[in-house]
């Protein structure tokens, strides 16, 4: 069961326009996420986060949105970089004692000059 | 650079061999975690350390592999008996437990991999 789900395999966006990755969740206990980006043999590295009590946080370029209702999040990237393009995983943490983080399947970005 | 480091990060054995990684954490950091990533698929979860106690462990986790974090500062986990099925990219994370139960990220290193032939 794919409690966390990343429906888009790839996506290609020109320099300069925005970059919308999506994720979705089945489990209503999942209280943080998290985005993470990860080249070719090297290990995700992180970019934001965000817990269930808020709806948007913002960092830099990178923005996220939490709908609850909805068990959808989203990163935004504006202005996309050619040096995003990079696989993003979208995770989720429930505070239930475990603090393993959830991951979904992947979206590969491609920032095209 | 104090991040996340992780030895070997390549290792090719033949199935039936035993395997032992290592991963050293960020200093402070006090939570660590092992994952597993295969080919299309995001990382997935294996086993959990707070200090040296090991609090969590995955079904993924048969009884061929095995965690320890002895001291509290680096981890290994040993994978006995290797099995073509055991190839993958092994990953390490840590992060610092925050007073109040506050939420940090976890930060990953950049991982082993793993091809049993």
């Known amino acids: 069961d794919q409690q966390v789900k990343q429906n888009s395999p790839s996506l290609s966006v020109q320099e300069g326009r925005i970059s919308i990755l999506n994720c979705d969740y089945t489990?209503?206990?999942?209280?943080?996420f998290l985005w993470y980006k990860k080249y070719p043999a090297e290990g995700p590295t992180f970019l934001i986060s965000i817990s269930s009590i808020k709806d948007k946080n913002e960092d830099g370029r990178f923005t996220v949105f939490l709908n609850k209702s909805a068990k959808h999040l989203s990163l935004h990237i504006v202005p996309s970089q050619p040096g995003d393009s990079a696989v993003y995983f979208c995770?989720?943490?429930?505070?239930?004692?475990?603090?393993?983080?959830?991951f979904g399947t992947g979206t590969r970005l491609k920032v095209l000059a | 650079d104090t991040g996340v480091s992780q030895d070997p990060r390549h290792k090719i054995t033949k199935r039936g061999q035993n395997v032992t990684f290592r991963c050293d954490p960020i200093?402070?950091?006090?939570?660590l975690y092992w994952y597993r990533q295969t080919l299309g698929q995001g990382p997935e979860f294996l086993t959990y350390?707070?200090?040296?106690?090991?609090?969590?462990k995955s079904r993924l986790l048969s009884d061929r592999f095995s965690a320890e974090r002895p001291k509290g500062s680096f981890s290994t986990l040993e994978i006995q008996r290797t099995e073509q099925g055991d190839s993958a990219m092994y990953l390490c994370?840590?992060?610092?437990?925050?007073?109040?139960?506050?939420?940090?990220?976890?930060?990953f290193g950049p991982g082993t991999r793993l091809l049993v032939l």
């Open positions: 489990n209503s206990m999942f209280d943080y």
């Open positions: 995770a989720a943490s429930g505070f239930s004692g475990t603090y393993k983080y959830i």
């Open positions: 200093s402070e950091h006090n939570r």
């Open positions: 350390f707070q200090n040296e106690a090991q609090l969590e």
């Open positions: 994370a840590s992060s610092l437990a925050l007073r109040g139960g506050g939420r940090q990220a976890q930060y």
